[in-house]
């Protein structure tokens, strides 16, 4: 079993930055890749970025390419996403998911995941 929580949204002007944290606590944490994913009002969950068990490969959602960083700690307990140069459309629920992973890849699906933190709301007024 893994436990997640998130911590770091809040209100932002376009253009500036925030730092999302996403703290996993459980077993073999070293063994969990972790993503992050979105929700707007109205929409689906949406893949943001993601990061492998090892933190050595990394993946992103092309609308966030360039401006968000996605990194996690030695220990690999706690996972950050750097967000720069936030936009209005970056508004939403960011959800950090972990998964038990026997590859080296991140994964990219929502329903890759098994574990859900319960979510940190970021706006971005324009």
């Known amino acids: 079993q893994v436990q997640l929580e998130e911590s770091g949204g809040g209100l932002v002007q376009a253009g500036g930055s925030l730092r999302l944290s996403c703290a996993a606590s459980?077993?073999?944490?070293?063994?969990?890749?972790m993503g992050w994913f979105r929700q707007a009002p109205g929409k689906e969950r949406e893949f943001v970025a993601a990061i492998s068990k090892s933190g050595s490969t990394t993946a992103y959602a092309d609308s966030v390419k360039g401006r968000f960083t996605i990194s996690r700690d030695n220990a690999g307990n706690t996972v950050y996403l750097q967000m720069n140069t936030l936009k209005s459309e970056d508004t939403a629920v960011y959800y950090c998911g972990a998964r038990y992973s026997s590859s080296f890849y991140p994964y990219t699906v929502k329903d890759d995941y098994t574990y859900w933190g319960q979510g940190t709301q970021v706006t971005a007024s324009s």
């Open positions: 459980g077993r073999s944490l070293g063994s969990i890749a």
